[in-house]
C-alpha cells in the first residue's frame, strides 16, 4: 500500500489580468508566485481601503514620510513583520531587512519567508519609496 503525501498548492489569479494566448483565460499565479503577490498587496494596502475590512493594511506609507533614518527603518520593519503574521498564514517569516537608501531617498526591503508546505526559503525584494 503507497502512502500519498499531500503537498499544499496555493493559486491565485495573476493581478496584472494578462490572458492565456490560447485559452484567453485569465493567467494564474501558483505557489511561492502567489504568495509573494499577496505579500505585497497586504503592504501596498492602507488601512481602511477594504470594504467590510478597515483593519487589513499596513502603515508604511505614512512611514515613507517619516525622516530617513534608523528609527523610521526599524518601524517600518515591524510593520511589514506585522502585517504578514497577522494576514498571511501561508508565509512563515524568517527575516526582513531594511536599508535607508539616502541618495535616493527610499528604503530597500528584503524579506525572506518560508511558505507552508514547501520546505526551500525565498525572498521578495522591494524598493519603497514616497510619491508626491
Sequence with gaps: MA?????????DIDL???????NKDVLKKVDI???RQSIKNLLFTRFGERLFQPEIGSGIYNLLFEPLDNISAN????AVTTVIQNYEPRAK???VDVLP????NSYEVTIFFRVVGIAQTTSLSLTLERLR
Excluded at 502512502?3 to 493559486?11: E, G, N, R
Excluded at 518601524?75 to 515591524?78: C, D, E, H, I
Aim: proline letters at 3%; zero cysteines.
Design 3 to 11: 502512502i500519498l503525501k499531500s503537498s499544499k498548492i496555493y493559486k
Design 16 to 22: 496584472s489580468f494578462a490572458t492565456h494566448p490560447q
Design 33 to 35: 508566485n502567489a504568495i
Design 75 to 78: 518601524a517600518l520593519k515591524k
Design 93 to 95: 517569516i524568517e527575516q
Design 101 to 104: 537608501d539616502y541618495d535616493t
